[in-house]
Nanobody
Framework: QVQLVESGGGLVQAGGSLRLSCTAS????????MGWFRQAPGKERDIVAA????????YYSDSVKGRFTISRDNAKNTVYLQMNSLKPEDTAVYYC??????????????????WGQGTQVTVSS
């Protein structure tokens, strides 16, 4: 059974930092684009960041560019999201996802096939 399990969420004050981790089990995703998405209450799920299989290509939404960093450790089958200078508007459930299409660098949630259960990030003002 393929699973993506996120961890590292929590409550933090504005200006603080959190590091999210997403570890895969059941198969390796070392050749796949991985992404982080988030969904705030009443809003659609949006991409936050994506990383190519070797980490050479990354994508960030404008809202997090310069504050968040996506990285991966293929030996550990894990992808990370370092979040700095957090703002209350970053409050959301954060999801890790994997794209099964090895020829694509996806930035839309419809392009991702495997999803974690999500981890809550709450930023207080």
């Amino acid at each position: 059974q393929v699973q993506l399990v996120e961890s590292g969420g929590g409550l933090v004050q504005a200006g603080g930092s959190l590091r999210l981790s997403c570890t895969a089990s059941g198969r390796t995703f070392s050749s796949n684009t991985m992404g982080w998405f988030r969904q705030a209450p009443g809003k659609e799920r949006d991409i936050v960041a994506a990383i190519s299989w070797r980490g050479g290509t990354t994508y960030y939404s404008d809202s997090v560019k310069g504050r968040f960093t996506i990285s991966r450790d293929n030996a550990k089958n894990t992808v990370y999201l370092q979040m700095n200078s957090l703002k209350p508007e970053d409050t959301a459930v954060y999801y890790c996802a994997a794209d099964s299409n090895l020829r694509r660098f996806g930035v839309r949630d419809s392009e991702y096939d495997y999803w974690g259960q999500g981890t809550q990030v709450t930023v207080s003002s």
